[in-house]
């Protein structure tokens, strides 16, 4: 499913510990690691997406997390020309994502990356909170900064630590 501008509707989801910190997974046979996404079916929710995309992804359950928050709207990001598939109809130049804040309420031991037939994951570990935007993929990272930003304040008031005074590139991420 391609909107007409011709980007794919997709949920972002970030898992957040009590610490303040967050699940990072590196991708099955590639060095990029990334928070968990996915792809919206037309007949889905953004929230129900989420759902789905947490289990397929991660093998959490609804019962395992809290959801804390959600950007109120898209955050778009554009594909590198090279990964733009031209022949395909209708052409997808990006994704535009929903981005879900979820509090890790169960035992780590519930994570399961190999709950699909497919994994999307081969390994996972909690980082600082603003570490993504500095090492997920180039043409993520807008997007990540954005969604952390917008998700900073119910973060902090779940695990009860500052964010916002975490160093991040080399500066302050305060908002």
Request: net charge positive.
């Amino acid at each position: 499913m391609i909107d007409p501008d011709g980007y794919r509707p997709n949920v972002g989801i970030i898992v957040l510990n009590d610490e303040g910190r967050v699940f990072w997974a590196r991708r099955v046979g590639r060095d990029g690691w990334q928070f968990p996404q996915g792809g919206m079916r037309s007949d889905e929710t953004p929230e129900e997406a989420m759902y789905r995309e947490l289990e397929e992804e991660t093998g959490l359950l609804p019962h395992h997390v809290e959801v804390l928050g959600a950007t109120p709207g898209w955050l778009r990001y554009r594909l590198p020309p090279r990964l733009v598939r031209r022949h395909s109809r209708p052409v997808c130049i990006g994704q535009k994502q929903v981005w879900f804040l979820l509090r890790l309420v169960g035992a780590e031991s519930a994570f399961r990356l190999d709950a699909n037939d497919k994994p999307e994951f081969d390994i996972w570990r909690w980082v600082d909170f603003w570490y993504p935007p500095v090492h997920v993929v180039s043409f993520k990272r807008r997007v990540y900064e954005q969604a952390l930003r917008h998700l900073v304040v119910p973060a902090e008031r779940s695990c009860r630590v500052s964010l916002r005074t975490q160093t991040w590139q080399g500066g302050l991420a305060a908002t």
